[in-house]
């Protein structure tokens, strides 16, 4: 059938590429995209990076808009639906619920992204309301909490030393600031990317001063209220019987994909953390319904059709559009092949990683990070190398970015981290 209406549900990156791409691809039609936050579509990033930077602009002129709402609607012709949550998916009448209305598609793109998790008590949306002084860090409201926190030099507690977490603490540090990384692991971010660079990045958090305590978790926050005041946090209880004092305390423990509006569609849903099921073309088992994002498990051919569901920018970027214009023309949808990539900012160090840390071998082939120089951690997958970890050598990631998409041996990969390409200490 042809697609007279475009309905995307997600005006994050994700979103705004499809709609985007939409445009490009000729599409003429109506184009509907819908987003719970008031916001036009932001780059998220720099809010735990640059937005935090003790000698960043002030300001909301600091949020880096992609497009405005009036660019939106004026010059790609989209009927803009902000602050709008999408409630209930009718895949039968092809009809999007938004309370009340209904939403007739043609197709639909799901690119709703993820909601992160809170600690017993402290969710916003909870049966206790919102505790003060106790926020995530995925919005601009978000980031404008943590960053009037750090000016005010807050007592700050970070629970999760994930990537997030460790740019809050990043930030603290670079204001001279206590800060405290909680982390029930032995070895932070062991499931994402393995031991090998968990003990790499404590020794980042180690050397910048960080407080981290490993091995430990929450089990409680004390707080406090004023009269018939807000609640306010006061200090977290650790596992451990340890209390800290904690004027804000920024919770890194992970997200889930934003699907409880999906339950009863019939469209596929993962049978661990409820994100979208898609193949290789971002299409789910549903006809005229495709996904994008960080709501996806999309399968890669790149790595033997494995699914992955990836928090990441260029992930969203590629398959946003891609799912958008399989979304038109399903005939022409092929499989998209990419290498993952994403990017963090830690204590003036850039760390970067490409490809899956899913392997048979992960391997420190350059260790120098002690010394001012950098770090290569490579993944092997029988003979080819398939993921690397590098910190502080963004011109070498890039060529190892490209041997990962050539399926390239490992041994030539091993050599190549080791040579000429070796670090100059700083």
Same mark, same amino acid.
């Given at each position: 059938?042809?697609? /007279?209406?475009? %309905?995307?549900?997600?005006?994050? @990156? ?7 791409? =939409? ?5 003429d ?22 937005? @935090? ?14 497009? #405005? =709402?009036?660019?939106?609607?004026? /010059?790609?012709?989209?009927d803009?639906?902000?602050?709008t949550?999408? #409630?209930g998916?009718?895949t039968?009448?092809?009809e ?10 043609? +197709? &639909? ?9 809170w ?6 949306d ?22 009037d ?7 700050i ?6 990537f ?10 670079k ?8 982390? +029930?692991?032995d ?28 091995g ?10 004023d009269g ?15 209390? &800290? ?5 920024v ?7 934003a ?7 019939? %469209? ?31 399968e ?5 059709g494995?699914?992955h569901?990836?928090e990441?920018?260029t ?5 946003? +559009? ?12 092929e499989?998209?092949v ?5 990017w ?18 992960a391997?420190?082939?350059?260790d ?22 590098? %910190?502080? &050598? ?12 050539d ?14 390409? #070796?670090?100059?200490?700083?």
């Amino acid at each position: 059938m042809s697609v /007279e209406r475009l %309905v995307v549900v997600g005006a994050s @990156l994700a979103g705004l590429r499809a709609v985007e791409a =939409a445009r490009r691809a000729g599409h003429d039609g109506e184009i509907v995209l819908v987003g719970d936050e008031v916001h036009a579509p932001y780059d998220r990033p720099p809010l735990s990076k640059a937005f @935090l930077d003790p000698d960043g602009q002030r300001g909301a002129g600091e949020v880096a808009q992609f497009r #405005t =709402a009036e660019a939106l609607r004026d /010059e790609l012709g989209v009927d803009l639906r902000l602050g709008t949550r999408a #409630t209930g998916l009718d895949t039968a009448a092809r009809e999007v619920l938004l309370g009340d209305e209904r939403l007739p598609y043609d +197709a &639909l793109v799901i690119a709703t992204g993820s909601v992160p998790r809170w600690l017993p008590g402290t969710d916003p949306d909870g049966p206790d309301g919102p505790l003060e002084g106790v926020t995530q860090l995925r919005t601009v409201e978000d980031a404008r909490r943590v960053r009037d926190a750090l000016e005010a030099g807050a007592r700050i507690v970070v629970v999760g030393a994930g990537f997030i977490g460790s740019e809050v603490a990043s930030a603290a540090r670079k204001r001279d600031l206590p800060v405290t990384v909680v982390e +029930a692991l032995d070895v932070p971010l062991t499931r994402s990317v393995g031991p090998e660079v968990g003990v790499a990045c404590v020794e980042l958090h180690r050397a910048a001063g960080t407080d981290l305590r490993l091995g430990v978790g929450v089990a409680g926050l004390d707080e406090e209220r004023d009269g018939d005041g807000p609640r306010r946090v006061r200090a977290v209880r650790l596992t451990d019987g340890t209390t &800290l004092p904690a004027d804000l305390v920024v919770l890194g423990i992970g997200v889930r994909p934003a699907t409880a509006w999906l339950e009863d569609s019939g %469209v596929a849903l993962h049978e661990g953390d409820r994100g979208v099921l898609v193949d290789a073309t971002m299409a789910t088992n549903v006809p005229g319904v495709w996904a994008a994002g960080d709501v996806a498990h999309v399968e890669n051919p790149l790595f033997d059709g494995e699914q992955h569901r990836l928090e990441h920018w260029t992930n969203a970027a590629d398959h946003g +559009a891609a799912a958008a214009r399989h979304a038109l023309d399903p005939a022409a949808a092929e499989p998209v092949v990419t290498v993952p990539y994403f990017w963090s900012d830690w204590y003036g160090h850039r760390l970067q990683f490409v490809g899956t840390p899913r392997a048979d071998e992960a391997r420190v082939v350059v260790d120098e990070l002690s010394t001012g120089g950098g770090l290569v951690v490579l993944y092997r997958r029988a003979d080819r190398v398939v993921g690397a970890f590098v %910190v502080d &050598l963004p011109r070498v990631v890039m060529k190892l970015r490209r041997r990962v998409l050539d399926r390239g041996p490992w041994d030539e990969a091993v050599a190549f981290a080791r040579g000429a390409e #070796t670090p100059t200490p700083r």
